[in-house]
């Protein structure tokens, strides 16, 4: 489905990142993936290289401007063009009660919103007809835990920005968001890795069980697919139910301690 078509990948060297780069490259794209981590970045390009997978990787800070103009001149002077753009890159500063202060709130904002913002920019000449960008949302643009108010605070403004480009990119590029919720990304490490949860942790989900990293890759490579392209504008939430499930102390063997 996806031979030959290029995808473009932020923070795509660790956790949820790393699974979208590697299973495009499996599905026979040419990927191009940006990351700060520079190690972590070698690592899954040499990954992707020894399973016989075309790839670029480009070590950066998408928080910067330069950054980011760099980071699209080197795709499109490798590949000419692009059909997907996957901003899933992020950090987090915490919030109001760890003293996150303007430069770090701000930086936050960079990474979770600038940052698509710019590169949907930037590609927009070099999208293929059918063309998709994909948005890495979270339920905590819908609900929260105490001080993470940085990191909601993004994850809030690429929801609301995927339906603003949506409407000013019709007819050019499809612009929808997912929004994971509990996704454990160890097994994107290890091979063996064995998750311990409590039967606690798998109840609070309808599903009855955890969030794996391919149930993201799943999702965006259904929004990305042109078969599909009467979804646009949309946020699809990724949680197993778990956000749509009320519970009250002692319910599915949860225990509140305040």
């Known amino acids: ?25 499996k599905e026979g794209a040419r990927v191009a993936f940006i990351d700060k981590n520079q190690a972590a970045g070698e690592e899954t ?21 330069q950054t980011l103009i760099d980071f699209t001149k080197k795709v499109i002077e490798q590949y000419g063009h692009i059909d997907y ?5 992020m950090i987090t500063k915490k919030g109001i009660l760890s003293g996150c202060g303007y430069e770090e709130f701000n930086e936050v904002l960079r990474v979770g919103i600038t940052a698509p913002y710019m590169l949907t920019k930037l590609f927009l000449p070099y999208f ?16 929260s835990q105490k001080d993470t108010e940085s990191y909601t605070a993004a994850k809030g403004g690429i929801t609301a920005l995927t339906h603003a480009l949506a409407i000013s990119l019709a007819g050019k590029v499809r612009v929808n968001s997912v929004s994971p919720g509990w996704i454990d990304t160890g097994s994107a490490y290890d091979k063996d890795y064995i ?6 942790d798998k109840k609070q989900h309808p599903s009855g069980r955890i969030g794996h990293p ?45």
């Not at 998750?195 to 606690?200: N, Q, T, V």
Request: proline share 2%.
């Open 195 to 200: 998750p311990k949860y409590s039967e606690a």
């Open 128 to 143: 293929n007809v059918g063309g998709a960008v994909v948005n890495i949302s979270s339920t905590r643009a819908f609900q």
């Open 45 to 65: 390009r040499a990954e992707i290289l020894e399973n016989g997978g075309e790839v670029l990787f480009f070590a950066g800070d998408i928080a910067e401007e």
């Open 1 to 25: 489905m996806f031979k030959n078509k290029v995808a473009v990948i932020t923070g795509g060297a660790l956790g949820i990142g790393k699974c979208i780069t590697q299973e495009f490259a």
């Open 214 to 258: 391919m149930d993201i890759v799943r999702t965006v490579f259904f929004l990305c697919n042109q078969d599909n392209s009467f979804i646009n504008g949309q946020n699809i939430v990724v949680d197993g139910g778990m956000s749509k499930l009320m519970i009250y102390t002692e319910d599915y063997g949860w225990h509140y301690e305040p």
């Open 85 to 89: 753009l996957i901003n899933n890159a």
